[in-house]
């Protein structure tokens, strides 16, 4: 087995690596090779459908309950403020630039060097199966949301998001909807009662002033919030319809399918939601995951931002090295040392949970 250090190393250079790699959604296929060629050095076995790829630790036991680590390898496009190449690794001053170095490089090869740490430990508590997955910034059909039927059930997963390795044991889900207020088209000359957009103001105030019942202990009050507001084409004639787009982040009192009936049975108007996978994400306290981290001086918080915990049905937990704040940001970048301690953290935490 390697020692951590050596694994360490090895993951920044697998980091940068993947940096000088365009890898944005649904075009991963040559950052997949990068991570295929790291488990093939380690004489490890692995899958792959799409650019998904996934192991499982060697000793696999169909009896033990199993844990899935998992984040991304996909990113956004750089915006226009970067003043460094996005696609060149950068070590400056202790931090690594690049594009994804944050978002979620460091988190992904921190866990994928964890994975390899235990990869061949024996009489472990729990399998373990690491997926490097694809489309997650994109919430596409075809990232991790699409490898999960071939997995076996999970009892519970670590997924690796920027949260400068404290416990995110809640995120937000997202429920988009399209929502269209009817009325009757007319000349804007004549008296008309049943203009739409008066008509959709009513359902305006609705989504600014309703306040749900539950209230997340970690997340809040779920948050509603009407982005996108549409109707006509001319100064003189009153439209038929008033389009609204309503983003509503979903705490983990609720389900995404709760938040649509509450919606539809409040409001006079057509109600679609783009989609309905996207559904918060929590786990206990009590859990052994957490529990490992706050043995170590960790944290638990409540993450309002959306990861590909949202797909998933376990219990799960958002931890990795690097901060939020720096995701999709111009020059993004990583210390080198919270990769350093993210890698010995993941350890001591599945030591402490892994034990027999």
């Known amino acids: ?76 496009k750089p915006n226009q403020g970067y003043t460094n190449d996005p696609f060149k690794a950068i070590e400056k001053d202790g931090k690594l630039f690049g594009l994804g170095s944050n978002d979620a490089g460091g988190c992904l090869v921190s866990l994928i060097a964890t994975f390899t740490h235990f990869y061949a430990t024996e009489n472990l508590s729990h399998n373990i199966v690491i997926v490097a997955s694809a489309e997650e910034e994109s919430s596409g059909k075809i990232g991790l949301n699409s490898v999960l039927k071939h997995l076996p059930e999970l009892e519970c997963a670590i997924v690796g998001e920027p949260t400068l390795m404290q416990l995110a044991v809640a995120e937000k889900g997202l ?130 931002t959306l990861s590909d915990q949202s797909v998933l049905s376990c219990q799960s937990l958002k931890l990795g090295p690097g901060e939020s704040l720096r995701s999709h940001s111009a020059d993004e970048f990583i210390f080198v040392n919270e990769i350093e301690e993210g890698i010995q953290l993941y350890i001591k935490i599945l030591e402490d949970f892994l034990k027999n």
């Open 175 to 304: 429920l988009v909807l399209d929502v269209v207020v009817k009325g009757t088209a007319s000349h804007a000359a004549h008296n008309n009662p049943d203009n739409p957009i008066y008509n959709a103001m009513p359902v305006i105030d609705w989504f600014k002033t309703y306040q749900f019942e539950k209230i997340s202990e970690v997340l809040g009050p779920v948050k509603m919030t009407v982005t996108q507001v549409t109707a006509g084409k001319q100064h003189n004639v009153v439209p038929a319809e008033c389009h609204l787009v309503v983003d509503i982040r979903v705490t983990d009192c609720y389900n995404n399918t709760e938040i649509l009936e509450t919606v539809k049975s409040n409001i006079n108007a057509e109600v679609t939601p783009r989609s309905m996978h996207l559904n918060a994400s929590s786990i206990p306290v009590s859990h052994g995951l957490v529990q490992a981290g706050i043995a170590l001086g960790r944290t638990t918080y409540g993450s309002p």
């Open 1 to 76: 087995m390697k020692n951590i250090e050596t694994l360490t190393q090895e993951a920044i250079a697998l980091l940068k690596s993947l940096i000088e790699t365009p890898s944005f959604s649904s075009e991963e296929d040559q950052t997949a090779l990068l991570i295929e060629n790291w488990f093939t050095q380690n004489n490890i076995p692995f899958e792959r459908e799409n650019n998904n790829i996934w192991a499982y630790n060697q000793h696999f036991d169909k009896s033990k309950p199993t844990l899935l680590l998992n984040s991304h390898h996909d990113t956004v």
